[in-house]
Structures are given as C-alpha cells and as structure tokens.
C-alpha cells in the first residue's frame, strides 16, 4: 500500500546539476527520517544523505557542499539538489523512508525505498 516513487535522474555533464524527487503514498500515518542512498556495479549501497522529520541532515563526506537534501512534510516528499556533479557521482539512486503506516490489523513502522533512478555524470 505506501510506496515511494521517484523522479528526476537523467545524464548530465560534470558540473551540472540535477534535482531528485521522491514522494511517499498510501496509508501513512507518519513518516519519520528519509533520506537518499547510491549504489553502483560491484560496490555496497552508501548513503548520500538523510534529513529528520524535524529538519536535521546528515550528508556523506563525498558530497557535503554540493548536494541538499530537505523535504515538504505537507506532501510528503524528500528532495536531493546535486550541484557540481562529478563523473564519480554516477550510481543509482535510492530514496528511503522510515514510514508508520496505518494497517488493517494496526500500524507498523519500517523502511521503505525507492525504485531506484538512474543518475549518470559524463567527462
């Protein structure tokens, strides 16, 4: 019932700058920490970034001054503005969520992602 969809990637040159969407539906009662993720062939999923229901963020050392994480708790949504992208930027993108969301049988909290969205930086 609650997914998370995704917007936003596409292939940019170095330098450039993208803008990721990510919005959360269904049967939600609230939704705690989102944050992004980036995984590339052969490698582990990191973290990119992540920003709390109240406002605070947290970014990966590879990023920080470049990218801003911040969301509409109204809508939903968490936002990732990459600026100054490098050709070492390109992975998929992963939005994630903690959700608690309102089921038949009661309410269960847990993480949800994203389908993933291709960002790629060329030289």
């Known amino acids: 019932q609650v997914q998370l969809v995704e917007s936003g990637g596409g292939l940019v040159q170095a330098g450039g700058s993208l803008r990721l969407s990510c919005a959360a539906s269904?049967?939600?009662?609230?939704?705690?920490?989102m944050g992004w993720y980036r995984q590339v062939p052969g490698k582990q999923r990191e973290l990119v970034a992540a920003?709390?229901?109240?406002?605070?963020?947290n970014y990966a050392d590879s990023v920080k001054g470049r990218f801003t994480i911040s969301r509409d708790n109204a809508k939903n949504t968490v936002y990732l503005q990459m600026n100054s992208l490098k050709p070492e930027d390109t992975a998929v993108y992963y939005c994630?969520?903690?959700?608690?969301?309102?089921?038949?049988?009661?309410?269960?909290?847990?993480?949800?992602w994203g389908q993933g969205t291709q960002v790629t930086v060329s030289s």
């Open positions: 920003i709390t229901r109240g406002g605070p963020t």
């Open positions: 994630n969520a903690d959700i608690t969301a309102n089921q038949a049988m009661g309410v269960m909290k847990r993480d949800y």
């Open positions: 269904g049967s939600i009662f609230s939704v705690n920490t």
